[in-house]
């Protein structure tokens, strides 16, 4: 008999590939590879045609996923630290790369297209802690003072720094 599989144990992810996926413009999937498939523990079936957040984890704040979309919505692309759940309760951390999908023809967004990689322990234990901020004062002030908080925090980092850029700093220096 096999032994279930813990709530909230981290699946370590190969840092030799990635996963990807690939949405239309309301972020429902389009497309999955193997592994997305593999780690996340669904079948093509299940999420092919289901909102990208069958794969959110509670952990994560709403404010990062605001800002997300705000930015690709723009067609801008962003890079991002995610915590994702897996179908069986696990969860993984990743450094995903957002890019914006046009219709050739008419410069329309009809999609996003995401590939997602491994991180280091180091960067997950930074925004962990942002993370757990942000979603406090979710709780307890809501989306917008935690956008606010977000702000005051980058605006400490720098002049200039925007959230997309806070992303790709973390995981470039650490």
Request: with cysteine; glycine share 6%; aromatic share 10%.
């Amino acid at each position: 008999m096999q032994k279930p599989t813990p709530i909230d144990e981290e699946i370590q992810l190969d840092p030799k590939r990635y996963i990807v996926s690939e949405t239309d413009e309301k972020g429902k999937i389009t497309f999955c590879n193997d592994y997305f498939m593999e780690v996340a523990g669904y079948t093509k079936e299940e999420l092919i045609g289901k909102p990208h957040s069958i794969v959110r984890h509670p952990d994560m704040p709403k404010v990062v996923f605001k800002l997300l979309w705000e930015t690709i919505s723009q067609g801008k692309n962003i890079n991002a630290v995610i915590k994702n759940l897996a179908k069986d309760g696990r969860y993984y951390w990743i450094f995903t790369e957002f890019e914006t999908r046009r219709d050739t023809d008419t410069g329309k967004i009809i999609g996003y297209h995401a590939a997602r990689k491994s991180i280091s322990k180091h960067v997950i234990e930074i925004i962990a802690d942002l993370y757990a901020k942000l979603l406090e004062i979710e709780k307890n002030e809501g989306i917008e003072a935690s956008e606010k908080y977000l702000i005051s925090f980058l605006k400490e980092k720098g002049d200039d720094m925007e959230f997309a850029n806070i992303m790709e700093e973390i995981h470039r220096f650490y």
